[in-house]
């Protein structure tokens, strides 16, 4: 049985960006970028050298991503000698900032973008609907009711209970069940780009 749109809507999604993604950093040798620069640093790398340095969440905000999403490109833009950070106005608050070595890749992030760009209106061009609309819709809708809890309505109360070796059945393991849940309280995995 194959599946439906619907099935493996998750993995389905995944695979879509690792073809996304996989081919554009085929081309970063091409382009003189150094090895290890993965496409979710460029908007990164852009926003930054168009705003000046940021704290991790506005830098979040204006890319569009989770504040754990960002902090963890950081850190990895941050072990590549990219992006550097700095204490803010409290102990919670990082602001990053480029280093040298980032600004001297933008020419190539530049032209990469603009192909990019290119490539992606004509990739939308052969669809029968939108990607970039696609997209945006549904990220809309999982503001206005996010999955976790669309998969809670799904399931019967037995269902949305964990239950593991040596468990009773009476929730999951960490104690709380899916109904208890704050609307929006799942966890997102989205990265830049």
Do not use: C, K, N
Request: glycine share 10%.
């Amino acid at each position: 049985m194959s599946p439906t749109s619907t099935d493996l809507l998750g993995t389905r999604l995944r695979h879509l960006l690792e073809l996304l993604d996989g081919d554009l950093a085929s081309l970063y040798p091409a382009l003189g970028l150094p090895d290890g620069f993965r496409p979710r640093f460029t908007p990164v790398v852009r926003t930054l050298a168009a705003s000046g340095a940021l704290p991790i969440r506005d830098l979040a905000v204006r890319l569009g991503v989770t504040h754990s999403a960002a902090s963890q490109t950081v850190a990895r833009m941050t072990a590549q000698g990219l992006v550097e950070l700095a204490p803010g106005a409290d102990a919670r608050q990082r602001i990053v900032r480029l280093t040298p070595a980032a600004r001297e890749l933008l020419p190539a992030l530049d032209t990469e973008w603009d192909a990019a760009r290119a490539a992606a209106h004509a990739l939308e061009a052969e669809l029968p609907y939108p990607l970039g609309r696609l997209v945006d819709e549904a990220l809309a809708a999982l503001r206005r009711r996010p999955m976790r809890e669309r998969i809670a309505a799904e399931l019967s109360p037995d269902q949305g209970r964990a239950r593991g070796p040596g468990r009773t059945g009476d929730g999951p393991a960490d104690g709380t069940r899916l109904a208890d849940s704050p609307p929006g309280g799942h966890r997102g995995t989205g990265e830049p780009r």
